[in-house]
């Protein structure tokens, strides 16, 4: 690969854990143009099934093993929820960029002091709210930050899933001591509030939460996450809003669809067709569709193929890592990239959502500013590190 003209080795990457994100960020890795180096699991058994069947390099005994191989760039955590705190923070301090699943972490605590390692070391740290990457979701914000919107009045959002509809459906998630004590919300919420802060530049501020547990039963043991999650928000610049989140919904595959409406516009983004942005106005609407020719060029950079070329969830993938490499490469990240700071703040509204659900009333929430990039020390660049 070439970096200002001149060759470079390519970046290599690490990847603990070898289920199906793995997959997912294996093929965006490959896309961006580094090399799968190598691979971790609970076993070196399932390390090499891992290495062999998704194309991830050598496969490791241990995780241990995995950060102490110095050609190793960035570590890609891919694991279950509760052991992103241990690996990313070992990650970290040998010296590895990382790019970990969310939820960042199961607390506030956890996020917290994975950040601040993260800004003490100097590392790129990122969290993939990928949704933010496609085309459609960056002319929104374009058009919010120009002011064809007006004045944002009111947000609806739900992010809607069926996968867990029946009491025989099981997953791993379930269970609070491998996803933590928040489901719907940490797992699909967390995703549908990011993308409503990072198109209108602005905070939730307070909100109230209604949880519930479809089953109270699953694979013959107690069911302590919820299913469905009904919040009612407002946000710094006064906007209010409303939110559904549910894993039970018959029908709805991954459907993350929000409206934001403000004085001039309304806009309409629906994750199932991501390819158009509605456009509501009093005199007549509009459906804009992608096409690089006509966007907003903060838009228009992420579309890879041309107008009339369907993209979608794993082009978002793509898009954000390779993002996260031209960070790590540079020392520079891009507009809109998430770090470890945006993870923080996916916990702080998970925390505040169970407050609610649990005491009721309203939560306030910790009004970090949208655009901080979370790093307080420059970032290191791979030459740098060297």
């Known amino acids: 690969m070439k970096e200002n003209g001149i060759d ?13 994100m793995a997959a997912v960020h ?4 490959r896309a961006a143009g580094v090399i799968p180096a190598g691979v971790a699991s609970s076993t070196l058994e399932g390390a090499l099934r891992a290495g062999s069947r ?4 050598r496969a490791y005994s241990s995780v241990e093993l995995l950060l102490d191989d110095e050609s190793i760039d960035v570590v890609h955590i891919c694991t ?7 690996f990313a923070a070992a990650a970290l301090r040998a010296g590895k960029h990382v790019i970990c699943e969310k939820p960042l972490a199961t607390s506030v605590e956890d996020a917290e002091m994975l950040t601040g390692l993260a800004n003490a070391m100097g590392l790129t740290a990122a969290v993939p709210f990928i949704y933010r990457f496609h085309p459609m979701v960056r002319e929104a914000r374009a058009r919010v930050r120009r002011g064809q919107v007006g004045r944002v009045l009111t947000v609806q959002g739900s992010f809607l899933q069926d996968w867990l509809l029946s009491s025989d459906d099981d997953n791993w998630r379930v269970d609070e001591t491998l996803g933590g004590p928040s489901r719907a919300f940490a797992d699909i919420g967390s995703h549908l509030c990011d993308l409503i802060e990072f198109i209108l ?10 949880t519930r547990t479809a089953f109270s039963q699953r694979g013959g043991r107690d069911v302590r996450t ?34 934001i409406s403000g004085t001039a516009e309304t806009l309409g983004f629906d994750q199932e067709q991501p390819e158009v942005l509605w456009v509501g106005r009093r005199s007549g609407s509009q459906l804009l569709v992608r096409d690089p020719d006509t ?7 992420y579309c890879s193929v041309p107008a009339g070329h369907p993209q979608g969830y794993q082009d978002a993938f793509n898009s954000f890592t390779s993002d996260v490499y031209f960070a790590v490469a540079t020392g520079t990240a891009p507009d809109g990239l998430p770090l470890f700071v945006d ?44």
């Open 8 to 20: 470079v080795e390519p970046l290599r990457a690490g990847f603990i854990g070898g289920g199906f």
């Open 26 to 29: 294996g093929r965006a890795v």
């Open 54 to 57: 998704l194309g991830l390099g």
């Open 80 to 86: 279950p929820n509760v052991t992103h705190v241990e």
């Open 201 to 210: 530049d602005d905070r939730i501020s307070r909100l109230t939460a209604l």
């Open 226 to 259: 919820e299913d469905i999650v009904s919040v009612v928000f407002e946000t710094l610049a006064g906007a209010v809003g409303t939110l559904l989140i549910s894993q039970v919904a018959p029908g709805r595959k991954n459907r993350l669809a929000l409206e």
């Open 295 to 301: 966007l907003d060029p903060s838009a228009a950079r």
């Open 343 to 386: 993870g923080l703040r996916a916990a702080r509204l998970t925390s505040a959502v169970q407050r609610s659900a649990r005491e009721g009333g309203w939560q306030d929430v910790s009004p970090h500013r949208p655009g901080s990039t979370g790093h307080k020390t420059p970032v290191l660049t791979l030459k740098e590190r060297q």
